[in-house]
């Protein structure tokens, strides 16, 4: 009797076969579902990164214009001081040390101004308090100096005595050359007049600009974005490399700007008020602030010691642009730790699907062989091994 026989190393051919399959099937059926996971992760991350960038800057515009707010109420405050109106009908000494009286325990109080100084219609500092190691000082009489060339004076003294300039933001000039170690500087101003209406100067409060540039470089710290300012020429007013700062007024800076480094971006930031860009350079998120609001004034200024201001600007023409910039290779570590993990779990369970894929690919060997043994014996001879009639036939 010949019997219908298959041996133990077809079988584990076979098997092996069909394991292949299954596993390889396995694996791009993982594959697969890691990469729609993957996908789908990355598209959220990345709408959450933008939504962080947005409201990052947004607290960012707000402080800003907090800090305006507050030093405008601080001038308008001191401009209608007792002391100061005495000081027009009676320019003595006795009246000069009750105004630096006044101004010393204000800058002390603040903390917040590198000098507060009264000017008087030709441009002559009168009074004026200075913010010295950290503590105020009243400045002595022969140390005051004539700054009616200066371009903040002049553009202060010309407007009305409830309007208020807001110098560009810049570094501070003394004696002719700029300050080291460098003092980001606002001047702002307000024509001050006595009891007649008379134009009797201005009084000028120089806020350091460092208290607002610190509260940006502490949300660099809280965001995956550099966080930057940038005044509409777009140079850097504060970087996360310092030394790409102030290039229009430093002469080996100049060509440090942020449209050269970034001009695909920039062309698209400039005009327009908010924007998100993605690109091969990574996430840029930008917003303008208009730093003016109605009754303040500013204009172009200058980056010379002394001399007048290009022009004059409106509340829309002074504007700075703050920008996120999140890096390609920092959003790509971003999901970087994601992809490995979805990876990690993809492996184990492909591994784990060895076992199960080995006892499938048995159980259908197994049951092939089963229907090739039926087919045997219903179609041959169990004595013999010839094909019966009916096989025969057919």
């Known amino acids: 009797m010949k019997k219908f026989n298959i041996s133990k190393k077809s079988d584990e051919v076979l098997i092996f076969q069909y394991f292949?399959?299954?596993?390889?099937?396995?694996?791009?059926?993982?594959?697969?579902?890691?990469?729609i996971l993957y996908n789908f992760e990355s598209k959220d991350y990345l709408s959450r990164l933008k939504l962080e960038q947005q409201v990052a800057l947004k607290l960012k515009k707000e402080i800003i214009a907090n800090n305006f707010e507050a030093i405008v109420s601080d001038l308008f405050y001191l401009s209608r001081q007792n002391e100061l109106s005495a000081l027009f009908d009676n320019n003595t000494n006795e009246i000069r040390e009750a105004v630096s009286r006044e101004y010393l325990e204000f800058s002390r109080f603040k903390n917040i101004y590198d000098q507060i100084r009264y000017l008087d219609e030709k441009g002559m500092e009168i009074v004026r308090v200075n913010h010295h190691n950290d503590q105020p000082v009243v400045v002595q009489n022969e140390e005051l100096q004539f700054k009616?060339?200066?371009?903040?004076?002049?553009?202060?003294?010309?407007?009305?005595?409830?309007?208020?300039?807001?110098?560009?933001?810049?570094l501070n000039i003394e004696n002719e050359r700029i300050e080291q170690p460098l003092k980001p500087m606002i001047r702002f101003?307000?024509?001050?007049?006595?009891?007649?209406?008379?134009?009797?100067?201005?009084?000028?409060?120089?806020?350091?600009?460092?208290?607002?540039?610190?509260?940006?470089?502490?949300?660099?710290?809280?965001?995956?974005?550099?966080?930057?300012?940038?005044?509409?020429?777009?140079?850097?007013?504060?970087?996360?490399?310092?030394?790409?700062?102030?290039?229009?007024?430093?002469?080996?800076?100049?060509n440090k700007t942020f449209p050269?480094?970034?001009?695909?971006?920039?062309?698209?930031?400039?005009?327009?008020?908010n924007i998100q860009i993605y690109n091969n350079k990574g996430l840029f998120t930008a917003s303008t602030i208009y730093p003016l609001r109605e009754g303040l004034k500013s204009s172009s200024g200058t980056s010379d010691a002394i001399g007048?201001?290009?022009?004059?600007?409106?509340?829309?023409?002074?504007?700075?642009?703050?920008?996120?910039?999140?890096?390609?290779?920092t959003m790509r570590s971003?999901?970087?730790?994601?992809?490995?993990?979805?990876?990690?779990?993809?492996?184990?369970?492909?591994?784990l699907a060895a076992v199960p894929s080995r006892f499938l690919a048995q159980t259908i060997v197994k049951k092939k062989?089963?229907?090739?043994?039926?087919?045997?014996?219903?179609?041959f001879d169990k004595l013999t091994g010839i094909p019966n009639r009916s096989l025969f036939f057919e």
């Open 189 to 254: 101003g307000i024509s001050v007049s006595d009891n007649k209406g008379h134009k009797r100067g201005v009084l000028l409060l120089n806020y350091l600009g460092n208290h607002m540039l610190e509260s940006i470089r502490k949300a660099d710290e809280l965001s995956m974005g550099n966080i930057m300012l940038l005044n509409s020429d777009g140079y850097w007013l504060c970087s996360q490399n310092s030394e790409d700062e102030w290039g229009f007024m430093i002469k080996d800076r100049r």
């Open 369 to 379: 062989i089963q229907q090739l043994e039926l087919f045997h014996s219903a179609n």
């Open 148 to 170: 009616g060339d200066r371009y903040y004076f002049k553009d202060t003294f010309r407007l009305n005595s409830d309007e208020i300039f807001v110098s560009p933001f810049d």
């Open 308 to 329: 007048d201001s290009g022009n004059y600007l409106t509340a829309k023409e002074y504007y700075w642009k703050i920008i996120s910039h999140v890096p390609l290779k």
């Open 20 to 35: 292949l399959i299954i596993f390889l099937l396995i694996g791009l059926v993982l594959v697969g579902t890691i990469s």
């Open 260 to 273: 050269a480094r970034y001009p695909d971006a920039w062309k698209q930031i400039v005009d327009i008020e």
């Open 334 to 351: 971003g999901t970087h730790g994601l992809l490995i993990k979805l990876s990690i779990f993809a492996i184990a369970l492909f591994i």
